[in-house]
């Protein structure tokens, strides 16, 4: 590569001549143009490395010839990946006898066993990129290969050989490819690779192919993840469905899942596993993958699939003589429906080199009749669960077209005027900006709060004693609760797939509660509520919880309020630097608050303390599986959380 593309010189215009073409050898234009292999510089970029090598040891399992993958993450930050495969071939390469095959598949572009199909049948690695790039982008690469009896090793940095191929040892009773590297900080900077992705992305891999154990070692505790783990799941997607949707109320007892061979029923090689439910307690996710590689952005299986459970579940409308079912479309399917596809397809095309999309066509047909035939049966067999999810289904059409109704009406009244609630006490401000609605405990400290508020910016809506818990109810309650009814006029949106951010009337929703038991326990109603109906609101930060104090101390003309024991007693402790006795009063609601009170502590933006709610978690459900434990309809959920967690009771002041 030339001093002045590294450099970043460049030419004047008259300088261009036949000495301004660049020719870059492979492993030069990898580490110039990273973004064209992986994706980028980026944390995903990073672990796709990783992800590249897993790729062809799961290519070696799912062909028949591996039987276990390791994935191990080192102290140092390094990363092996080793297999009981066949090993990388070692001899001279027919094309260039000075190089082998191994250095071959590690040090040029386009270069493998997986484009004539006669050694894979079916391969997540197809271009002859992945060994090569990681190869590029790793300051210090080193392959293990047990062959033939015999141990061979190569060191690589930066995708240049550090020494030729060398046997280290004789290997009588192992097979297989061992790769160990080290992602180059010059390309990377100070990103890492994390234990708890690369752990679930290991245990992802065993649920995608059953056949195959992936053991997982990490010398970096992150007081997350195990150390040591082994998986292998019979089940397959089946297993990893049941594990993710864990402790959430579905429709179907045990999800729709099957498998179906490709090579018997259309007479080619692969092969298709899918699995699905709905629940609704969860937003619905569908994670489909190719050839064990996953498919963020779906493709022609995943439409195949969808194709085959519409019609299904249409079909069964009918026989049933439910005659909404043809409302159904694929939006009203996704909606609260956990969904797992997986395919083996011979010469997959993607679209991009990180292979986020599948374009192949005969995968559309191939999945959409594999799957139609076993629905149609599960359907006719499970009849029970049929006509819940036929119900559900029904009701989330019903809302769609209710809100398609509701934007067409809109469209055609330009002077439509919302319908409020009557005790809704609105702001005058005309745009959304800096406005804030308080929900607020009771008629009484709607007085106060209505005293003290600014007009122009803040509304107050009262609400009358505890709201309903969502989750404990029937979905059929959501619509005829008087509570629920005012809040979701109040502000401007509808609930569940209803909702729109953009249509939120107040740029901020504030939680205000007394600072007791009752109080906590409708917060916690009021954010279950949110969050099961009307999360993308908390997702855009728009809600709060505000913070008013427990207690006042007073001290002559000097006061403070507290917002707990513990700044009431250091308080009580320092003094307030005024004359006389100190008195302590504490507020049993904010009722009792006067307006003054409330404003200066509670309603104020220049004095008041606000919380913001949000949702934190590496795992997608991570939180909803919580809130389903803590709020469900399941009270031994919450006496198994209380027992799991009673231990810290211990350690608080009481």
């Known amino acids: 590569m030339s001093d002045d593309l590294l450099s970043g010189k460049t030419k004047s215009a008259s300088d261009y001549d036949a000495s301004s073409i660049q020719v870059l050898e492979d492993m030069e234009h990898v580490r110039l143009r990273p973004g064209m292999y992986i994706g980028g510089k980026d944390d995903r970029a990073l672990h796709h490395m990783v992800a590249e090598i897993v790729d062809n040891s799961m290519d070696e399992a799912v062909a028949g010839h591996a039987t276990w993958i390791e994935v ?78 015999e141990l061979m090793m190569m060191e690589f940095s930066r995708g240049v050989p550090q020494a030729p191929l060398a046997k280290i040892g004789a290997a009588p009773n192992r097979r297989g490819t061992s790769v160990t590297f080290h992602p180059d900080a010059e390309i990377f900077g100070s990103l890492k690779l994390k234990p708890a992705r690369l752990f679930k992305m290991a245990r992802s891999k065993a649920y995608l192919f059953s056949g195959v154990e992936i053991r997982w070692k990490t010398g970096i505790n992150d007081g997350e993840t195990p150390t040591e783990a082994t998986f292998k799941f019979p089940g397959g997607l089946a297993d990893y469905l049941s594990e993710t949707l864990e402790g959430a109320t579905t429709y179907s007892e045990k999800p729709f899942a099957g498998t179906v061979d490709f090579t018997e029923k259309f007479q080619v090689p692969g092969k298709v596993e899918w699995a699905i439910n709905w629940t609704p307690t969860r937003d619905g996710f569908i994670q489909s993958y190719c050839n064990t590689v996953p498919t963020p952005e779906g493709g022609t299986h995943e439409a195949g699939f969808w194709a085959a459970v519409l019609k299904g579940i249409k079909a069964y409308g009918e026989r049933v003589n439910n005659k909404k079912a043809g409302m159904i479309t694929r939006e009203d399917l996704t909606t609260g429906a956990g969904a797992l596809v997986s395919c083996f397809i011979r010469d997959p095309e993607f679209v991009g080199q990180t292979k986020d999309r599948l374009a192949t066509t005969d995968a559309q047909r191939m999945v959409n009749l594999a799957v139609a035939d076993h629905f149609d049966n599960w359907l006719a067999a499970d009849t029970k669960s049929a006509g819940a999810i036929l119900d559900f289904l029904v009701l989330r059409a019903e809302e769609r077209m209710r809100r398609k109704q509701e934007k067409e009406t809109a469209r055609k009244t330009a002077t439509k005027k919302l319908r409020l609630p009557g005790k809704l006490v609105d702001c005058s401000a005309t745009s959304r900006d800096g406005t804030e609605l308080f929900i607020v405990e009771g008629d009484s400290a709607g007085g106060s709060a209505k005293m003290a508020r600014d007009r122009k910016t803040q509304a107050l809506l009262p609400l009358r004693g505890k709201i309903l818990n969502v989750l404990g109810a029937a979905s059929s309650k959501l619509g005829s609760n008087a509570e629920i009814n005012d809040l979701t006029q109040a502000l401007g949106v509808g609930l569940g797939a209803k909702f729109n951010v953009d249509d939120l009337r107040y740029d901020k929703v504030i939680i205000m509660t007394d600072a007791d038991v009752d109080g906590a326990h409708i917060a916690a109603l009021l954010m279950t509520f949110f969050f099961s109906q009307m999360r993308p609101m908390i997702d855009a930060g728009h809600l709060y919880l505000a913070c008013p104090p427990l207690f006042r101390v007073t001290q002559g003309a000097r006061r403070v309020y507290c917002l707990d024991e513990a700044e009431k007693n250091e308080a009580l402790a320092k003094g307030l630097g005024g004359n006389g006795k100190m008195d302590v009063s504490r507020f049993k609601g904010l009722g009792e608050m006067d307006a003054k009170d409330l404003k200066e502590t509670t309603m104020d933006p220049a004095s008041r303390k606000l919380i913001r709610v949000s949702i934190d978690e590496d795992e997608p459900g991570e939180t909803g599986d919580l809130v389903e434990r803590l709020m469900g309809k399941k009270p031994e959920m919450r006496f198994q959380y209380i027992q799991e967690n009673a231990r810290f009771v211990e350690e608080l002041d009481v």
């Open 72 to 149: 191990e993450l080192h102290e140092n930050g390094h990363v092996t990946v080793r297999d009981n495969g066949r090993g990388i071939p070692t001899d001279p390469h027919p094309k260039d006898p000075s190089k082998s095959a191994l250095e071959i598949i590690f040090c040029t572009l386009n270069a493998g066993g997986k484009f004539s199909g006669d050694s894979y049948q079916t391969s997540g690695g197809l271009h002859g990129v992945g060994s090569s790039v990681v190869n590029a982008l790793s300051d210090h690469l080193r392959v293990e290969v047990a062959r033939n009896k």
